[in-house]
């Protein structure tokens, strides 16, 4: 950071933050990784599959959500927009912490998001978040507030998701016309 003492504080203060969500993406996308690697090959997907993979339809939209937050938002809405991902996931592992599954694939989920590391990260994203939140205008703290709800919203329709096995349209048409 020496090398920026000619910016601004607040200038300095956003690089600063900017520079720590980088190294936090890093490390839970390295994190999220190795869970799912262990995953594929407890469900034996090979790299043929995953290289054919093909997102549903409510996956696509909710990353595509995000990467519209992180191309066009404030540094508080793209963490507004993340957030609640990080806060259900860290909230289920620790409601399911004592939970002993039988399969090692929900064992694996529920230590990884009920893990220390996990929480902490967590907690740091919502002190984050408030922290950001408090030094902007009401009308900026809407959008911040509208980029947590609508991330919310991704959240409870990508379990629903994983829950139906949701499909495309023109997937699910098929299926009907091969039965």
């Known amino acids: 950071m020496e090398k920026y003492t000619h910016l601004p504080l607040r200038m300095r203060t956003i690089f600063s933050v900017a520079a720590k969500l980088a190294e936090k993406a890093k490390m839970t996308a390295e994190a999220e990784l190795t869970v799912h690697r262990e995953h594929a090959k407890i469900l034996h997907i090979t790299n ?6 093909k997102p549903a339809p409510t996956a696509y939209a909710y990353t595509s959500h995000m990467y519209r937050a992180a191309l066009s938002g404030s540094l508080a809405q793209i963490v ?3 957030l609640p991902c ?5 909230d289920i ?5 004592d939970a002993k599954p039988k399969e090692k694939i ?5 230590q990884m998001y009920a ?8 907690k740091e994203m919502i002190n984050l978040l408030d ?24 959240e409870l329709a990508f379990w629903e998701m994983s829950y139906t096995f949701e499909k495309w349209l023109s997937e ?5 016309m091969s039965i």
């Open 93 to 97: 592992g620790l409601r399911n912490n």
């Open 48 to 53: 043929t599959d995953i290289k054919k993979f």
């Open 106 to 110: 929900y064992d694996n989920w529920i």
């Open 115 to 122: 893990s220390n590391w996990f929480q902490d990260s967590t």
């Open 172 to 176: 699910q048409r098929q299926e009907e």
């Open 80 to 82: 507004a927009c993340m």
């Open 86 to 90: 990080y806060w259900l996931y860290a």
């Open 131 to 154: 922290e950001l939140a408090d030094q902007v205008s009401e009308a900026e703290r809407n959008k911040i507030k509208q980029q947590f709800i609508i991330s919310k919203e991704y």
